[in-house]
Every structure is written in structure tokens, then in C-alpha cells.
């Protein structure tokens, strides 16, 4: 039997479109011969759908979709399609109102429903939110053969592998205990770097020890904060890779299951990136460009400030949209320094894309004079250098009013960790395209496109540089004040960030970061640097995730909040009860900005 | 036996000033004859502590400080403190690691621990994130008195109050079934307007069907976006209000079981408030006060345009910091009349706060020559009008990183909602007091203002107008250019309004709000501004909420998303598929902004 997998990029809630997705994938799979074809999780509505689901008017939109898709297929072919279905047992028995579900398309109608059992809440996933788990195993029977069903999470548990369980079910457990010939999962399963590998090596021992060819088919496509990389497989019964799809691309393939072998022989096989940055770049240019297509734009348009942040947004943005859609402005102060407008510029021509500079010195003064009286007496610091980075702001976004640009906005996420950005200033844009990448990484996805002929051209092109290296090699600056440095403010980028990976990804105390070898003076900074920067994340564009954990939909911490204050006590167990400790608040408008 | 209820304001993660709360209510309760202490749901941690609960050093020093705790508190005194508990089987079965918990403290030590049982997760509760659910009632026994624990929502699921279940079991049947003396109910319910009420009459049913007294002790104070409201109160076994503690204060009270009747005698009971705008006030009050002073702040900024929203936020500022710490900025344009000075300048006088005037024309002049070049041939409209929003939350933010005044913005649900308001403009600032007081009930809490003697001063002041009357009575207008005034842009509010409701609180769809009798056109309308303004909302400051949906932590809608577009075909079941829907896309940055 040959089975299709259609690794499709849907838009969040547009119904018609998506539905015309599947029926074009169900007459490639046809055409060529499957019987069989894989949608990803809720390809119907996209994943994730979110409060949309809390609308009675958008799950009938579903529901009426489905059977209309379901009429217009083409005979012969099953289709697994990713959607709802309405608990109708919620009200007596207690329970969510919908089941995350997969419906079997076949002969004009829906044949059969089945409930995801292993619903993710952590992280970015809010299905308890939603849906009511499944209770049954899940599978049918096509052609003679026993097809095991599960969505997503429903294979994320086993504990011979993880070591523990996170649910109290194994799904592809029971499916091998039914005896089935095969188990599908069909998966929404967001990008973090890193995560394909884990994929495959958590379904090769599933395989393995389940003796059960497997076939996951994966979402592909940015939503919002989050990127699906496709990444499709299928592994046979020893866990081998019989076919792998595109990453960060639709795709459609067939797997033939072999009724003989029981087995699934190999086929197309696209193999995985040789490097990390090659993958996180590749990411980066598909959320930005599905965000800003998804949104209804075309053009973008950023600052530039001859730093390696806005280069590198510069460098993604031609590449997801093409040179033509990307415009770049340019906005000395008296504080930049000569470099600033030649790397800019250097910037841009090397990747073709069109500038303009506006000087803002005179607006600066036309805001100390507003201020002269107000502010008489006290001296220049914060306040001013605030002003300069939303005089840009305020312009870029005049821009983007005036033409329809989206604006991107450049900071990276060892800036977003320790507040050390100006809201309304450089924080201001629809997306934050490199807000989950360390500082470290940018300069390596910088020093990775220098190198690599992928760029703007393909093989066949020269090596040539897009970054200039000034770019990398000088020092980095906000430039808001004469000699101004990022390390007066902060500790090296290659200490701060990973401290604050062991903080943030690895949820790691104080007493753990300096036990690593961190100056414990240092460390404690950095941690009360990242609390008291909650209330600008709070107010910070949509980032594109990367990492495991990001500053973004999976991150809910409290602003007014004291915990870090009195976090040191706890440390050394020395705990300050009954005395109140003493702390200056999070005052969060006089902390440091470049 | 006495009880006594401590209505505490946590501050979210303050362990050591938490803890010194509970031990200084553990003092009163002893000095008042009480046997049992009661604190609310977490009231070590605060409710909600969201995902400090990741971090396992929190989780530990919660541990430390419970037991320091226990050591501490006075000789026969028991006490119920809210606490997380480690789910130690949680790797072996599956479930999530924490138990939301009740702590019983007594004769220096941790004698039980209770675990919630019934975990929301819907609107702006996450427990699942977090929380297994306790799977046995809880109850113990003091004194020969069998009393139930319930925490929070646990009461929550009476199938004969609600008609229908939202959780397969009811706590409070389960331990009638065992026969215990009397219920507690220990929570951190948020306020929404009219809750105390609903409240009040659920709890009355329990007690009826259930014959049981119940004692419920809520939070009080403002945590981010949430207002808890306090109003603790007791029900005898009738259902009758025994006793009620007040509303949006720290309080303590003692209910007597009297072990004869079995039942709770009347004791101290504090009216509810006799108006919406009262409760609402106060609410806004409380949720301004917290935010500012749990961030670390004592002054607030302002801008003052002389409408009814900035005016409502000045006088809620004043009632709830003191006048002394209340500032405003006159920003007037040459598009602003004469009256928006005149209003201004009079609502500080009637308020007693101080002012500055800013004057913009310049700063308008120059962004118009710095963008000169760029935006030649174009027409003056929306762009323009943006930049002077954006220079007056310029000006804004240059006073509060200069001063340290947390800046208000003072936006509220009706603009919010369709997007009538300036990102980094009019949205900026820390909190956004009035983003979920609807337009409509913006003017009624003005009136409400003008005829009560409560504000500065109580009932010995005479009445006096607070909010100038032509500030209530003008058309609004958000003077960007000349002549405007919001109708031009947007339906009445009180349509307006009405519109909103349905869709936003009520769930209704765009049939069901033509069904009212509301005009389709603007039905469709206002259902496409809100989708738009989506990616608005989700760069706004914390908004305080007082109804039961509000933009903020419980409204979780995608920004890149197509379900408006295509949602009026579904209205007709006259569905588009498979052509293609055409849609201009909620091009963002184009969109109507006063």
C-alpha cells in the first residue's frame, strides 16, 4: 500500500484555503498511487488555533468544512485530516468541550473520528485549555491492514526512553499490544534546534522496541512565535530511516508499505543540515517569511545601525522576501560613530536592498529643548539616551505607516534576557526575528552565511561576504552616548550567555551557575537583570522561537513579583523570616538601557 | 470553636514577607480567642505565581519557609497555609510535579497537606500547567470538629447549580458523604464585576443541598492583571451570609462554630456596595495601587488631554496614591482646542495634582522635515497622525526614566478592542488601567464620581465635581487632526459597546449579533477591527481586568490568522471552498488609528 504524507504549511483559521491544501495533496497523492494520505495535526484549521477554538461559530465553520472536503475528494483515496470534534459527553460527565482529533475521509464522507489521549500543557502547548483527552486506542483497518493512529504528544511518553513518564498512558504501547501492522502520528511539533534528532531517536527505540514501523508526518510553517520544520519520516521496524521529507518546506512523498515484508522499504531520504547554524538560519528565513506573508504583507522595513543584529535581520529578511522587499533605514545621532552609516551601508549593498538616512540630531535637540525646563538640573543619562532610541522607532514606524512595511525589529535574545533594549524604541516592530538567538549565535550565523555560497544564488555562485566583517570584528555598541560599549553595561556576551542558558533553558539556581565557575557577583546581576526586564518582554512583538525555551507564548512569569529579591537568601538557606527584607522594587523605568 | 479568616495581600513570590503576614494574622487570630487559622489559596507564594513555579529553587525555599514557618507561629494555633507540594510520584505514573496544596500547621510542624482537587485551566487559569490533581477529599479533625478543605475552585462544579459538570467529581458531595461538620473553602478567585454576587449564591446553594456551613476565605489585592477582591464570608447551614469581610482590603475576622447548633451564628457582616461604578472604582482603585507599589514604585506619570479616559485614570491615581504622587502632561498640538487645555488644567485642579505643558508643534515640524524627502508626493493622514502619538509617549517616557512615575496609559476596552489607539503612543506605559472598562462605563464612573462624596474625604466633604462636566459631555475626540472626533471613525459607543460585549464576552457570532438588532455592515466591522488589531493588544501593558473575558492573560488569540476573513461565508453556510478566499490581510500598520 502506498501512503502519502502531505507536510503542509496552513494559515491559523483560514478554513477554505487549508481545505484546498489537503484536496490539492489528495490528487498528487493519487496521481501517484497512494491510497493512503497523511495531513498533519489540525491541518484543517492550522496549528496552533488557540482561543479561535472558544468560538462555537468557528468549530461549525469546521465541521462544515470537513464534510464539504470530504465530498469533494478523490474516490479511492483515504484521507486522514486533522480537526475537531465536539465532546457531546462534556456537560454530563464533566470535561473540555472538544476532542483534538483526526478524522478518516473516505467515499465522500467521515468514516471515523479519533481523539489525541496525551494532551500537552507546558511549554507553549495549552491543550487542557481546549480539549478533552481521547480514552481509546486508536486505529482501522484499510485494505486488510492495521493502522494504529496517534497525534503528536500521543508518542512523546515513552518511559524507556525518557527515563520517566508524563502521563499515565503509553498509546503506541497499547497499538502494539492490538497488534497493529503500522502506527501513524500525525504531528504539529514546533522547531527548537536540536529537536529533529531527538525525534528520530525517540521513534527509532519506539520502533524498535514495539517491532512497528512508524510514519510521522509533520506540520511545516511559521505561526506566529512558532516554526514547524516539516522534517516528515517514516522508520521501518528496526528504526531505520525508510524516507525523511524537506525541512522548513512543504513537501508531499509516498512510503509503500510492503504486505509482505510487513515493512516500509527506504525511499526519498533528504538528509538532515550539516550545521547548526545552517538550520536555525533556515528556520529564521521561515518564520519571518511566513509571519509577514500570513499577516498580509509583503514589504519589510528595519533599522539599520551598522551592528550585527540588524545586519543579520537584513541578511534574513532578503533572503525570506527577496532584496526588492526590504528596505533599510538609516539613523545617525551624533553618537554613532563614522563605521555605523559605512558597515550599513556596506551591509546593504552587498545584499542589494535599497536605504535611506535621516539624521536625528536635530530631532534630539528639539526633545531637549521640550524637556530643558522640566528637566533643568538634572543630568544626562537614560532619559536621553531613551529619547534617541525612540526618535528611531517613532520614525520606523512612520515608515511602515506611510508605506505598508512591516517594520522588523533587531534585538537578539541575550538583549531581550537582561532589558538591555529601549521599549518603544528598538523593541518596536510586528516581529522580533532573532529575539531567541543568543547574542553568540548571531555572530556565528553571521560568520556561517559569510561562508557559505547557499545565499542569494546557490552553489553556483562565488563565495562572496554579506556581512561585513567589520560588522563582526568591532566591538559591540548601542551607541547612544560617546564610547559607548555593551560590556560597560554587561558581562561578555560568551559568560552572559551561558549563564543564561543555564538559567533560562536549563532552570538552573544561582548556586548551580556558580558551581559551574561564574563569579557569583555576576551571576546574581544577571539574574535580577532578567526579572526586572519582565515588564518589557511583556510588552515585546512576537519573537521567532528557536530554543527550548523563549521569551514568547511559553513564558508566563509575573511582573510585580519579589521572588528574585529574596532569592539569595534561599541560596545559602539563610532565610531572612521574620524580618522583611529590604529591596528597591523592580523600578523598572531607571534600569539600564542602552 | 473561633475561626478566623486573614484576608491577605501576597506579594507574588515575597516567600519571607508572605510568611511574616500569616505569622502577624497568626498574632490577631490568638489574641482573638481563635483555634484555626485560615489563609488563602498559596498565601506563602501569592496567587498567581505562574511559572516561578518552574524553577525548583522556588519550589524548595517554599518548602524552607513553610517550616520556618510552622516553628514560628504560636502554641495552639492551628493553622491553614496555601503551599505547593512535590508530586514525588509524578516520574513514575505520570502527572504533572506539583500538588496545589493547603498546608496544616500546628505545634511547630507540617501535620498534613491537602491537595486541590478540581484545576482550572481556561480564561486566565493555567493549573495544569503546573498542578495533578488531588484524587481523595480532604478533611481533618480538630478539637473533635471534622472539617473539609476545599480550595478554591473545588466548589466550583455543583451540577445542580450550573446545569451541566465542568469536572467529573464534586469535592463538597464527597465529604457530605463523609459526614464532616463543616466546609472550608480557601481561594484566590479574581474579581470580574458582579462575581461576589455569583459567588454568594453558588455557595448558598452548596450549603443548602449539602447542610453544611462553609467558611470561604479569598485573596485580596492586585497581582499583574488580576484584582482579588477579598469579600471572605461564611454561609450558616441555611445558607445564610453569617458573616462577610470587606471588600478590596486586607481584613480579619472571627466566625464561632458553635458545636451545640453545629452551625455558625451571625457575626460581623459588611454590606456589598450598593452601585456597579462603586465596586468598579474600587476595584481599579486596588489593581493601580498593588501594580505600583509591588513594581517598586511610589509616583505616577500621566498624559492629561483633557477627555474622559486620562481624567478617569488621574482620579483613580489620586484616590489611590495621594495627589502628591500624581503627575501630569499637558502635550497639546496645534490640532488640540482650546477646551482639551481648559479640561485638563481643571480636572488637575479639582484633584490637586501637579502639571507640566509640553507643547509639540516643533517636534511635529521637524519629523515632518527629517521625512521630508522620503514621504514627498505622499498625503498627510494616518502616519502623521501616529508620529504626534508617538511623540507625546516619547515625552511620557523621557519623564518617567528621568523621575521614576511608573507612566499610566490610559486606553480603554472600546479602542482597545478595534484598535483606536497608537502602539508606543497613547498604549505606552506599565499598567493600562481602564483597558477593560469599556467607553460606556468610562462616562458612567465619571458620573458616578461627581455625585459621590466617597473620593478624598469621605462622607464629611461636600459634593464637588472631581471630572469637569464638559469633559463628560463634548464628543470624544482623539484630536490628531482637525476636526476629528472618534465618531468619524467608529460606531457610537453605546452600539459599539453592545457589539463588543456579545462578541467578546458572550461568545456570539456575527449572525447572532445581526439577530440583536445591530446593522450587519458595522457587525462585520467592528468583528474585522478586532481581529486586526491583534497584534495591538498583544504589545499592550498589563490591563487590570474587571470582566469576565479581558484582553490580557486569559485571551489568547494567533495574530497570524485568517478566520475573520473567511468567517462571514460561514455565517451563510455558503462556503467559498476550494477558490480561493481574497483577503488584503490585516495589514497592520495601515489600520484605523485615531
Known amino acids: 500500500m502506498k501512503i502519502a504524507i502531505a507536510q503542509l504549511n496552513p494559515t491559523i483559521g483560514d478554513l477554505p484555503k487549508n481545505a484546498q491544501k489537503i484536496l490539492d495533496a489528495a490528487h498528487q497523492a493519487v496521481a501517484k498511487g497512494a491510497r493512503l494520505l497523511l495531513t498533519p495535526e489540525l491541518s484543517l484549521c492550522g496549528y496552533p488555533p488557540r482561543d479561535l477554538l472558544l468560538n462555537p461559530g468557528f468549530v461549525q465553520a469546521m465541521d462544515i468544512t470537513l464534510r464539504q472536503l470530504a465530498r469533494n475528494l478523490p474516490p479511492k483515496l483515504a484521507v486522514l485530516v486533522g480537526t475537531v470534534e465536539e465532546n457531546l459527553k462534556a456537560h454530563v460527565n464533566g470535561g473540555k468541550p ?12 467521515v468514516q471515523r473520528v479519533f481523539h489525541k489521549r496525551l494532551l500537552p500543557t507546558y511549554d507553549v502547548f495549552d491543550e487542557n485549555r481546549y480539549f478533552e483527552p481521547g480514552l481509546r486506542a486508536n486505529y482501522f483497518t484499510l485494505d486488510n491492514l492495521n493502522i494504529g493512529v496517534t497525534i503528536c504528544e500521543d508518542l512523546w511518553n515513552d518511559e524507556e526512553f525518557w527515563g520517566k513518564r508524563s502521563y499515565t498512558t ?3 504501547a497499547d497499538l502494539a499490544n492490538l497488534g497493529v501492522d503500522l502506527t501513524l502520528n500525525l504531528s504539529a511539533s514546533p522547531y527548537t534546534f536540536g529537536k529533529q534528532r531527538l525525534r528520530e531517536t525517540m521513534l527509532r527505540h519506539c520502533a524498535v522496541r ?17 516554526i514547524f520544520d516539516g522534517c516528515s519520516f517514516a522508520l521501518n521496524r528496526q528504526g531505520e530511516i525508510a524516507c525523511r521529507l524537506r525541512a522548513f518546506e512543504t513537501d508531499l512523498q509516498i512510503v509503500e508499505f510492503d504486505e509482505v515484508q510487513q515493512d516500509l522499504p527506504s525511499s526519498s531520504v533528504v538528509p538532515r543540515f550539516d550545521s547548526e547554524d545552517e538550520e536555525i538560519w533556515h528556520a529564521l528565513v521561515l518564520g519571518l517569511r ?24 537584513a541578511a534574513l529578511a532578503t533572503a525570506a522576501l527577496g532584496k526588492e522587499n526590504v528596505f533599510g533605514v538609516l539613523m545617525p545621532s551624533p553618537h554613532s560613530s563614522e563605521h555605523s552609516i559605512s558597515d550599513a551601508l556596506g551591509l546593504a549593498e552587498n545584499l542589494g536592498i535599497k536605504t535611506t538616512t535621516l539624521r536625528i540630531g536635530e530631532l534630539m535637540l528639539d526633545y531637549d529643548k521640550t524637556l530643558a525646563e522640566l528637566f533643568s538640573g538634572t543630568e544626562s543619562g537614560l532619559a536621553e539616551e531613551n529619547i534617541q532610541a525612540r526618535i528611531r522607532g517613532n520614525l520606523l514606524m512612520a515608515y511602515s505607516n506611510k508605506f505598508g512595511n512591516l517594520l522588523l525589529s533587531t ?3 541575550s538583549e531581550m534576557a537582561v532589558g538591555y533594549c529601549t521599549l518603544y524604541g528598538d523593541m518596536s516592530g510586528g516581529l522580533a526575528v532573532i529575539a531567541d538567538v543568543p547574542k553568540t ?17 546557490g552553489e553556483t555562485t562565488p563565495l562572496r561576504e554579506i556581512i561585513p566583517q567589520n560588522v563582526i570584528t568591532k566591538a559591540p555598541s548601542a551607541e547612544l552616548k560617546p564610547g559607548q560599549v555593551d560590556q560597560d553595561s554587561l558581562p561578555p556576551y560568551d559568560i552572559l550567555d551561558d549563564i543564561l542558558q543555564r538559567l533560562i533553558n536549563n532552570y538552573q539556581s544561582a548556586a548551580q551557575i556558580v558551581a559551574a565557575g561564574h563569579d557569583p557577583v555576576v551571576v546574581d546581576r544577571v539574574i535580577q537583570m532578567v526579572a526586572r526586564a519582565e515588564f518589557k518582554r511583556r510588552q515585546a512583538p512576537p519573537g521567532v522561537k528557536i530554543t527550548d525555551r523563549a521569551f514568547g507564548s511559553g513564558w508566563r512569569m509575573p511582573i510585580a513579583s519579589n521572588w528574585v529579591a529574596v532569592n539569595n537568601s534561599y541560596q545559602t538557606k539563610n532565610l531572612p523570616t521574620p524580618s522583611l527584607v529590604s529591596w528597591d522594587g523592580h523600578n523598572a523605568y531607571l534600569q539600564i538601557n542602552p
Chains 1, 2 share one sequence.
Open 170 to 172: 503509553n498509546p503506541i
Open 210 to 226: 514495539f517491532r512497528q514501523p512508524i510514519i510521522y508526518a509533520n506540520q511545516v510553517g511559521g505561526n506566529d512565535d512558532l
Open 98 to 109: 472538544l476532542f483534538n482529533s483526526i478524522a478518516l475521509l473516505e467515499q465522500g464522507s
Open 290 to 313: 511566513d509571519y509577514t506573508r500570513k499577516c498580509g504583507f509583503s514589504k519589510v522595513v528595519l533599522g539599520l545601525s551598522g551592528g550585527v543584529d540588524s545586519s543579520l535581520v
Open 441 to 457: 549565535r548571531v555572530y556565528s550565523l553571521c560568520r556561517w552565511l559569510n561562508n557559505h555560497r547557499y545565499f542569494m544564488g
Open 411 to 413: 534585538g537578539n535574545k
